[in-house]
């Protein structure tokens, strides 16, 4: 599963995905090397600077409603591209999307990606661990991810992101 993730990502070349720079396969355990992304992932991100949310400082800034639509968008470029690659990511969160030291926002965990290889949908036929709250009705009904379920998701994201990081549908 390791290996067939890098082996994805060394195909991915946008500004709002994540760089797979190598990969060392020697000895036990494997270790990919990716682009440092200094702020660590968005939801954590968001939570740190929800105590800002109103006030007027320099670290403020970092959560305007144009940063945060900023955001939306890097998200929204990134999966543009993932889709024009066929490509179903299956796992779009807050949690899995990484800010840079410039605030660019790069999707990110690829662990569950498929290619939609001739279809325009991957079905899932294994049970395991989903994630659930993010999942579109048909995806949870009848493992069926499509460009949609990923926008699906999205809208979730959108949510998360909105809400500096709440979890969706609490209760």
């Known amino acids: 599963d390791?290996?067939?993730?890098?082996?994805?990502?060394?195909?991915?070349?946008?500004?709002?995905?994540?760089?797979?720079?190598?990969?060392?396969?020697?000895?036990?355990?494997?270790?990919?090397?990716?682009?440092?992304?200094?702020?660590?992932?968005l939801k954590t991100f968001l939570l740190a600077r929800r105590q800002l949310v109103g006030l007027d400082s320099k670290e403020a800034e970092d959560i305007t409603s144009d940063a945060l639509t900023r955001m939306s968008l890097d998200v929204a470029h990134g999966l543009k591209y993932l889709t024009d690659l066929k490509y179903v990511h299956r796992d779009l969160a807050c949690r899995n999307c990484l800010v840079h030291a410039s605030k660019r926002v790069k999707i990110g965990d690829f662990g569950m990606t498929?290619?939609?290889?001739?279809?325009?949908?991957?079905?899932?036929?294994?049970?395991?661990?989903?994630?659930?709250?993010?999942?579109?009705?048909?995806?949870?009904?009848?493992?069926?991810?499509?460009?949609?379920?990923?926008?699906?998701?999205?809208?979730?994201?959108?949510?998360?992101?909105?809400?500096?990081?709440?979890?969706?549908?609490?209760?």
């Open 2 to 41: 390791f290996l067939s993730e890098a082996e994805m990502m060394k195909r991915f070349d946008h500004e709002n995905i994540v760089k797979l720079l190598g990969v060392c396969a020697r000895g036990e355990p494997a270790y990919t090397i990716m682009e440092f992304m200094l702020h660590g992932d």
């Open 114 to 171: 498929r290619p939609m290889y001739d279809s325009d949908y991957y079905r899932f036929n294994k049970r395991g661990m989903l994630p659930v709250r993010w999942m579109a009705p048909e995806s949870l009904m009848d493992g069926l991810f499509t460009p949609m379920s990923d926008m699906w998701s999205f809208g979730v994201l959108l949510f998360e992101i909105m809400t500096f990081g709440s979890f969706p549908y609490q209760g």
